[in-house]
C-alpha cells in the first residue's frame, strides 16, 4: 500500500488549496479513505472520510462547509478541497485508510496558512 499526498502550499487567510492523494497497492474502490491534519503542537485529528460505494462523506465540525472530500476510483485518487482557509487550518495533512485493520499513512503535506 502507497500513498503519496500533493498539493500543500502556502497561502494567504481566505484562500484555497486543493490536495491529492494518490493510492496504489490494493483495490482503492473498496475501501474507506481519510485525510487527517497535524498542526503544531496538537493531536492529529480526522478532518474528513469518504466510502468507497456511494461516497458517503464525513466533516469535523471545524470544516464543515470549507472542506469538500472527493474521489476519483478510475484514478486511485482522493482530493480534498479546501476554501476560506484560516491560520488555524494550519498543519501537516496525511492520507489515510484501513485495510484489514492495518493503518496506512503517507507522508503528509504541510499546508501554511499565513498573510
Known amino acids: 500500500v502507497q500513498l503519496v499526498e500533493s498539493g500543500g502550499g502556502l497561502v494567504q487567510p481566505g484562500g484555497s488549496l486543493k490536495l491529492s492523494c494518490a493510492a496504489s497497492?490494493?483495490?482503492?474502490?473498496?475501501?474507506?479513505m481519510r485525510w487527517y491534519r497535524q498542526g503544531p503542537g496538537k493531536e492529529r485529528e480526522l478532518v474528513a472520510s469518504?466510502?468507497?460505494?456511494?461516497?458517503?462523506?464525513n466533516y469535523a465540525d471545524s470544516v464543515k462547509g470549507r472542506f469538500t472530500i472527493s474521489r476519483d476510483n478510475g484514478k486511485n485518487t482522493v482530493y480534498l478541497q479546501m476554501n476560506s482557509l484560516k491560520p488555524e487550518d494550519t498543519a501537516m495533512y496525511y492520507c489515510?485508510?484501513?485495510?484489514?485493520?492495518?493503518?496506512?499513512w503517507g507522508k503528509g503535506t504541510l499546508v501554511t496558512v499565513s498573510s
Open positions: 489515510n485508510t484501513v485495510r484489514y485493520s492495518i493503518n496506512y
Open positions: 469518504i466510502g468507497s460505494v456511494g461516497g458517503m462523506t
Open positions: 497497492g490494493f483495490t482503492f474502490s473498496r475501501y474507506i
